[in-house]
């Protein structure tokens, strides 16, 4: 009797090996957008934009079509792509050095616009790929190599909580901030990201999924324990939930 495969790659990643740092929680996010690619049988439809930071690397791992934006302009090249090809499912993958920092108009905009884009964001608190320098959502007292005492208020201002600040936005359709610390949280994470493309094939309007995660290289812990401290400190200063749903239950 022939083996049943019961777990294998999905169509929408390509054939090469990850090459994020151990623990990162990259590649888990990755294969859930790719999963929902493969179940909404999207894949020969979908852009992917990925712009500057450890995201820009998500190009060589899915296999869609796609291209690289300047840091932060990612939703301003995904609005372009959406608004001259309509009938493509278009998404940006953004870290929050990228988002949050110089590309906190485009994102603002594009959200208040309405877009009809999907917007995977990636929260772990620190500029990854440029040498773990202190970022938007950086904590209060967090170490980065750029706050080497821990960031101030008086001194660097507050973190800056992406969600709670989109979700005034009339053109936001679903919002939602999850983890994938768990595997409870990996299921949750992944029918949050289904969610968010059906708010775009539905034409209804801008979507985006946050995911808390860790950064264990620029942290400066090992993995099991940026696991520990992403529960212990990030989901308190950034709680987990959905912030707009119109895009109801899915059947």
């Not at 775009?200 to 808390?212: C, D, R, T, Y």
Request: net charge neutral; aromatic share 8%; hydrophobic share 40%.
């Amino acid at each position: 009797m022939a083996a049943k495969a019961i777990f294998e790659r999905p169509k929408s990643l390509s054939d090469k090996e990850f090459t994020y740092c151990p623990g990162c929680h990259h590649g888990i996010v990755h294969r859930l957008i790719a999963e929902v690619i493969d179940e909404l049988g999207i894949q020969g439809k979908t852009l992917m934009v990925a712009p500057v930071g450890c995201s820009v690397f998500a190009y060589t791992f899915f296999d869609v079509d796609g291209t690289v934006a300047a840091h932060g302009r990612a939703p301003a090249v995904a609005t372009g792509m959406k608004r001259a090809m309509p009938d493509r499912v278009v998404f940006t993958y953004q870290g929050d050095g990228d988002l949050a920092a110089i590309g906190t108009a485009e994102i603002i905009h594009a959200a208040n616009r309405g877009e009809r884009i999907t917007t995977i964001f990636i929260n772990n608190a620190i500029y990854g790929m440029t040498g773990g320098q202190m970022a938007p959502t950086t904590l209060l007292g967090m170490k980065t190599t750029t706050s080497p005492y821990g960031r101030e208020a008086d001194r660097e201002g507050y973190p800056i909580h992406v969600s709670e600040v989109l979700k005034e936005l009339s053109g936001v359709v679903y919002l939602e901030r999850v983890a994938v610390s768990s595997p409870a949280e990996v299921r949750k994470a992944k029918q949050a990201i289904k969610k968010a493309f059906i708010a775009q094939i539905k034409g209804l309007g801008f979507s985006l999924v946050e995911v808390l995660s860790t950064c264990p290289t620029n942290w400066g812990l090992d993995p099991i324990e940026a696991m520990k401290w992403l529960n212990e400190n990030l989901k308190k200063e950034y709680p987990l939930g959905v912030f707009v749903d119109k895009v109801g239950e899915l059947k």
